[in-house]
């Protein structure tokens, strides 16, 4: 059982609302990973990080940015929430061995 | 662009037989291949990892083959139960540089009937 751990598992909120999602490890893993995944659909890259300081954007645009203050803790934050930002917002970690261990998932809907 | 494909319809085993599940991509090569399984509403779980110059990996019921001339990768679950149905992703990794950000495919639904 991998110790990375995704708060809220569902939310709903209204458009225009300013919400964060956090994601936490406690394997001491460098690299962090925000994945963007719509039902039946692949995971898309939309954020990533080396280490403490560093973020990157990933391969799908997105709105939504993050942080990297401390090296297990990953919040993805949106500004303005959209209904097209309703998708399920996957964390992941990894350490040396390019294996990535996720987080159960938050499952946003905006309406 | 990248492109990787697998099974797009649900596969349906009988228990106790050998699934077998594909993955083929297109403009890539990757330094090595996972599998992972999904479940609903739950994150992916690695299963194994193949790099580029294995030809085959196995960990108790589960089997992957890796050819890079055909660009195709084949997992296998033998003696398979219905506690394996889920849905299997493939991800294909590059090594050095960029993030080691995994590209996945849309995942092959695997449902094994009792």
């Known amino acids: 059982e991998a110790d990375i751990y995704q708060t809220p598992r569902y939310l709903v909120i209204g458009t225009g609302k300013k919400i964060t999602l956090e994601c936490s490890q406690t394997?001491?893993?460098?690299?962090m990973y925000w994945y963007q995944q719509d039902p039946g659909m692949e995971l898309h890259l939309i954020h990533y990080?080396?280490?403490?300081?560093?973020?990157e954007k990933g391969d799908l645009s997105s709105e939504s940015t993050v942080s990297r203050i401390r090296t297990e803790h990953f919040p993805l934050t949106l500004e303005s929430a959209r209904p097209s930002h309703t998708s399920q917002y996957l964390c992941?970690?990894?350490?040396?061995?390019?294996?990535?261990?996720f987080g159960a998932g938050t499952r946003l809907s905006v309406l | 662009s990248q492109k990787i494909e697998q099974n797009s319809e649900a596969l349906n085993i009988q228990e106790g037989k050998t699934a077998t599940l594909t993955c083929n991509y297109t403009?890539?090569?990757?330094?090595?291949l996972q599998w992972y399984r999904q479940d609903p509403g739950r994150g992916p779980v690695f299963l194994l990892l193949?790099?580029?110059?294995?030809k085959e990996k196995r960990k108790e019921r589960l089997k992957v083959t890796f050819d890079t001339t055909l660009k195709q990768s084949l997992f296998h679950i033998t003696a398979s139960q219905p506690a394996d149905s889920a849905t299997y992703l493939c991800?294909?990794?590059?090594?050095?540089?960029?993030?080691?950000?995994?590209?996945f495919g849309k995942g092959t639904h695997l449902i094994i009937q009792p």
């Open positions: 991800a294909l990794g590059s090594s050095g540089g960029g993030a080691d950000g995994l590209t």
């Open positions: 403009n890539y090569s990757p330094a090595y």
């Open positions: 193949i790099r580029e110059n294995e």
């Open positions: 394997m001491g893993h460098d690299k």
């Open positions: 992941a970690s990894s350490g040396g061995r390019n294996i990535q261990y």
């Open positions: 990080s080396y280490g403490v300081n560093s973020t």
